[in-house]
Nanobody, 111 residues
């Protein structure tokens, strides 16, 4: 049974940084691509960044050059380093692996 647990969210001022983590269990982590998604208030969940099992990455245009997705297979963990945060980055961030979702972690960018 796949289980995903996100952490690292919080309240940060515009221009600040956060690092999100998502730990996976119940699956052979190195075989799978993973994605980070954001659900802003009143909006649908949307993809932010994806990393393949080989480490290839893709980003939504809105976060390009500010957010970095990475993975550490030995820890079954995927990270999202978030820099130069903006108000519009506010939302609940979820990781996704093999069509499974974690519970999400709240990121609030506010002065």
């Amino acid at each position: 049974q796949v289980h995903l647990a996100e952490s690292g969210g919080g309240l940060v001022q515009p221009g600040g940084s956060l690092r999100l983590s998502c730990v996976a269990s119940g699956i052979y982590f190195p075989d799978y691509a993973l994605g980070w998604y954001r659900q802003a208030p009143g909006k649908e969940r949307e993809v932010v960044a994806i990393i393949s099992n080989r480490g290839d990455t893709r980003y939504d245009d809105s976060v390009q050059c500010r957010l970095t997705i990475s993975r550490e297979n030995s820890k079954s963990t995927v990270y999202l380093q978030m820099n130069s945060l903006k108000h519009e980055d506010t939302g609940v961030y979820y990781c996704n692996l093999h069509s499974k979702w974690g519970q999400g972690t709240q990121v609030t960018v506010s002065s």
